[in-house]
């Protein structure tokens, strides 16, 4: 999907996290992530909301990178001394063992060519750095917009990306999965907030469905909130699945 001028301005309403938990994902990623000197590369930075905390977390440098120029405008004007970069994940402009780990958030799925990924990824991350993703793997009925949204996580949509097709694209790249961990984060404290966020179709499964199929769940959404039919607060439950990189540099190329 194209992140455009209306993603980026809604994206930061939809997704925002609180401050208690993206400091419960900082604490899964912090044994995998470098110290001050070091340098970690944001990719798939969106607005930036991951970027900062990984610079404040662990004194790290971070370079973000995104391929949505609208997205870079709104980090740009909320983060003005951060820097952002233009690229894809499938062709990361950056030189051999530039970083000591990559954090991906909620990218993976939305990557083209999962080969070419990994190939990006041995290039850049120097030898023994880690590759940090953080998406939904778990089974999509345990997602609480599933029952409303189903042909967002249809068998085949792209949400839907199992992480054993992204775990044997990247140990033919010769990475290793070091750690899986599931993370609790509040998605809404009620269940107005939730409906509110979910009006934003800042969620890229939302923002890929018809029209029709959106405005249909989104109503059904609002009724069951209306009844009470949610319990607050409203509870996602995400995956961190981190993998290290081979202890040497890639064929034919210097350590750095």
């Not at 996290?17 to 419960?24: C, N």
Request: aromatic letters at 8%.
């Amino acid at each position: 999907m194209t992140y455009g001028p209306r993603m980026a301005a809604a994206y930061d309403r939809g997704r925002s996290l609180r401050p208690h938990d993206v400091e419960k994902w900082m604490a899964a990623a912090g044994p995998y992530l470098p110290r001050a000197g070091g340098r970690i590369l944001d990719l798939g930075a969106g607005t930036g909301r991951f970027s900062e905390a990984l610079a404040r977390f662990c004194g790290a440098s971070v370079v973000a990178c995104e391929p949505s120029a609208a997205m870079r405008a709104t980090f740009h004007s909320t983060f003005p001394r951060a820097v952002v970069v233009g690229g894809a994940a499938e062709a990361m402009p950056f030189v051999t063992g530039a970083f000591d780990a990559v954090w991906a958030s909620q990218v993976v799925h939305h990557v083209r060519d999962l080969p070419a990924f990994a190939t990006g990824l041995r290039h850049v991350v120097r030898p023994s750095g880690h590759l940090l993703i953080r998406g939904a793997f778990g089974p999509v009925q345990d997602l609480v917009l599933y029952g409303y949204f189903p042909l967002a996580w249809a068998e085949g949509a792209a949400a839907r990306l199992p992480l054993e097709r992204v775990t044997s694209v990247l140990h033919d790249a010769d990475f290793a999965m070091v750690d899986h961990v599931r993370v609790e984060q509040i998605f809404a404290e009620d269940a107005g907030e939730l409906v509110e966020k979910v009006r934003t179709r800042s969620l890229s499964p939302l923002a890929d469905l018809p029209d029709q199929a959106f405005e249909e769940g989104l109503s059904a959404l609002r009724r069951d909130a209306d009844r009470g039919r949610f319990a607050a607060p409203i509870v996602d439950r995400l995956d961190l699945v981190v993998f290290r990189a081979p202890p040497q540099p890639p064929p034919g190329q210097g350590p750095f």
